[in-house]
């Protein structure tokens, strides 16, 4: 039989947090309405042929490359992801608004640090955090008739340093533990990686 959080199943929940110079984590917000969550890992490879036959190969892991789909327009967490303008809200209800500026060129897409819990059997549930991940690309918008929006954020995640070489950081709890938005707790979560 399985060990706990060995089994998992639905993403419950996804926060995350600029990324300072200094290796240190802004506050971090909960990413709303995301439907999914999927990364995977690229490498270079190489072989040697000799003799008409391969003799040697290589793999060498490089990064993560992953996928966030979601159907909320959430300006605090796009504006994380993005970089894009700070956001306010003005005005009083029933009349209030927000707007973020997106910006293109200049220093690009910013790093960011990103943790994603998935429900497991047996109660518990898995943390996979990645402590420097960057969007590809800007997402763009593809609304349809008689549908939600939903966007899809493609991102790619690095190792934040080459002494460590930790790209990913995944973390199994036997009672399911919930996330605490403040950067002590997200820099505690990936201590040790850079």
Known sequence: ???FSEVIYNPTRVIVASLANDNTYGTPVDVDYFEK??????ADEDEI???GLIVESLSVATKVTGTM????????AMGIIQGDSPIA??????????YMDVTVGGAGNPY?????????????????????AMLTKKPGFD??????RVGSADFKAVAPSTLSRRVARLIKYETATSLTLSSAYIQGIFSGMF
């Open 69 to 76: 789909d979601n159907g909320a327009l959430n300006f605090a």
């Open 143 to 148: 609304v349809d008739q008689n549908k939600f």
């Open 37 to 42: 969550v999927s990364f995977d890992f690229e």
């Open 89 to 98: 809200t003005y005005g009083v209800t029933p009349n209030r608004y927000q």
């Open 112 to 132: 960011f640090g990103m943790i994603v819990t998935y429900a497991s059997t047996l109660g518990g549930n898995l943390l996979v955090g990645f402590p420097k």
């Open 49 to 51: 042929k000799s003799g």
């Open 1 to 3: 039989m399985p060990q």
